[in-house]
């Protein structure tokens, strides 16, 4: 995993302290993204519900992959992790891999294999040029 990219397919689970303010969406930290399995928080009695999916629209296709709610997002309080969001991420199969995703893995192992006493590890610049658009930018 690469600023989010994900190559294998596998389910994920990503946490949040709240939901965004008023109708901001939920952008999610991995890409690609197949499905969203479920959007679950707790409630103002520390209860856990879970989010109707015909609440919310989930645009997959975008990078990130973010989540609206069609009205607004539930009351929380402040708890640490009260919102979880499952998503099934990554691609298909290797067949569904980018070629250029693979080009660009090439040259990072090749400069790492040729400059492997070299103790700074940074990605060459034709690589992080190749796979930049299947790069997510990282969040803090």
Not at 76 to 93: C, E, I, L
């Amino acid at each position: 995993r690469m600023h989010g990219l994900v190559l294998r397919p596998k389910t994920r689970l990503q946490t949040l302290d709240a939901f965004p303010p008023d109708t901001e969406p939920i952008a999610l930290r991995l890409w690609p993204v197949r499905s969203i399995a479920f959007v679950k928080y707790l409630d103002a009695e520390k209860a856990e519900q879970t989010f109707d999916s015909a609440a919310y629209i989930a645009k997959i296709d975008e990078q990130p992959a973010k989540i609206y709610t069609k009205t607004t997002w539930p009351s929380t309080r402040q708890y640490p992790a009260q919102v979880r969001v499952s998503a099934q991420v990554g691609y298909a199969d290797n067949a569904s891999i980018p070629k250029a995703i693979f080009s660009g893995v090439c040259l990072m192992v090749n400069h790492w294999y040729d400059n492997r006493s070299d103790s700074v590890r940074q990605m060459p610049t034709q690589a992080e040029y190749i796979l930049q658009p299947y790069l997510l930018a990282p969040t803090l």
